[in-house]
């Protein structure tokens, strides 16, 4: 016997539960993404002469800021999910 | 950089997001009936009344009982002359959890008290809202009269239960009435009324048994 542990409570523990798992994917993936941004150095860090090229540092800059706007949309949706924690 | 890489290589993050849109959308979808996702102002007073009746909870599970009453009647004083009638049911919560608390302590005549209580304020309310914490008192009096040898009240009890919300279709208050239903059932069987108790048990196979 309990206060009230009806079945509509237990449904929103459980919408609950979920929401923080999916805050929680959300926020490794913006991570990931963000990581991701780097990935391009690494591939044009290799030209001919060994050396990163005006052009190519160019490229990254623009590579890292799409990445991290991604990045940062997933971090704002993971917080989103978190408000609707009941 | 392969070109078709390249192009993977920026398509998925807005890939990702997009699903991960999506997908949280149909999570938002999924919430349980009766909550908004952004809540009116009532429901934000409900929600503000909500966490001092869940950490009277959590003190009455950690044994600090006193508190915890002390906390219920905090949220009663405060909220109950607001006149916001959707303060009603966190106030009746409030009640309800103290005459839970009061039975724990073997103050079961106070509890049987705080229980009427709540059938009497809001015991006509057709909000459904109300109408679980009303059978949560009657259920919970039903119990604590059983704890004290008062079996006849019990079934009476249980008996109205059964007459209030038998016909309700609101999950929370079946199982409230499934619970009343086996409860009497141990009743009548601690009375050696083993044929009758039977039939009750039956009585809730029939009606609940195909419940998913």
């Keep these: 016997m309990s206060g009230l542990r009806t079945s509509a409570e237990r449904a929103i523990l459980i919408y609950n539960e979920r929401t923080k798992l999916i805050a929680n994917a959300y926020d490794r993936a913006s991570t990931v993404i963000g990581a991701g ?40 949706l993971a917080r989103r999910a978190l408000r609707g924690l009941r | 950089m392969d070109p078709l890489l390249l192009l993977a290589y920026f398509t998925l993050p807005a890939a990702i997001t997009l699903i991960a849109f999506a997908a949280l959308k149909l999570h938002e979808r ?59 049911e966190p106030v009746a919560r409030a009640l309800v959890n103290k005459g839970y608390t009061l039975s724990m302590l073997n103050r079961n005549a106070e509890a049987i008290a705080v229980y009427d209580e709540v059938v009497a304020r809001f015991g006509t309310a057709g909000d459904p809202g109300l109408r679980r914490p009303v059978a949560t008192a009657l259920v919970n009096k039903g119990f604590t009269l059983g704890t004290l040898n008062r079996s006849a009240e019990a079934i009476a009890v249980y008996d109205e239960v059964v007459a209030r919300f038998g016909t309700a279709g609101d999950p929370g208050l079946r199982e409230l009435v499934a619970r009343a239903l086996a409860d009497k059932g141990f009743t009548l069987g601690t009375l050696n009324r083993s044929a009758e108790a039977i039939a009750v048990y039956d009585e809730v196979v029939a009606h609940f048994g195909a419940t998913g």
């Design chain 2, 30 to 88: 999924s919430a349980p009936p009766g909550e908004d996702v952004s809540p009116s102002e009532s429901e934000q007073h409900e929600q503000v009344v909500k966490a001092p009746i869940n950490n009277g909870a959590r003190l009455g599970t950690l044994n600090h009982s006193e508190d915890a009453i002390a906390v219920y009647d905090d949220v009663v004083a405060r909220y109950d002359t607001a006149g916001d009638p959707g303060l009603r």
């Design chain 1, 37 to 76: 941004s780097f990935l391009p150095l690494i591939n044009l860090s290799k030209p001919s002469d060994g050396t990163i090229t005006a052009p190519a540092i160019f490229q990254f800059a623009l590579s890292a800021l799409f990445f991290a706007f991604f990045a940062g949309v997933l971090h704002l």
